[in-house]
């Protein structure tokens, strides 16, 4: 069993920075794509970006592309979402997942998610 457990959120103003951070426990060595989700209120749940264990390959949502960043540390099984110039339309739930295979599996259907951490821009 692999256990996510994302810190970080809160409530920033517009063109605020905020730093997610996600700690993974248990089976960790299969883990292969970590990376990070969001839902608004009302939306579905959408991809937001995703890194290779080893660093080597990043894949980014175009909305986030510019202003998101995922890295990781592979030896504390940890990888953090730095958010800049932040805007109200980022304002969701945002959850870390992780998946054995590939970053295109972690993209279509996760095997392991956090429980997810609300951020919230204010105007």
């Known amino acids: 069993q692999v256990q996510l457990v994302e810190s970080g959120g809160g409530l920033v103003q517009i063109g605020d920075s905020l730093r997610l951070s996600c700690a993974a426990s248990g089976r960790t060595a299969p883990i292969y794509a970590m990376g990070w989700f969001r839902q608004a209120p009302g939306k579905d749940r959408e991809f937001v970006g995703a890194?290779?264990?080893?660093?080597?390959?990043?894949n980014y949502a175009d909305s986030v592309k510019g202003r998101f960043t995922i890295s990781r540390d592979g030896d504390k099984n940890t990888w953090y979402l730095q958010m800049n110039s932040l805007k109200p339309e980022d304002t969701a739930v945002y959850y870390c997942?992780?998946?054995?295979?590939?970053?295109?599996?972690?993209?279509?259907?996760?095997?392991?998610w956090g429980q997810g951490t609300q951020v919230t821009v204010s105007s």
């Open positions: 890194i290779a264990r080893n660093g080597g390959t990043t």
């Open positions: 997942a992780a998946h054995s295979a590939s970053l295109l599996f972690l993209q279509v259907s996760p095997e392991h």
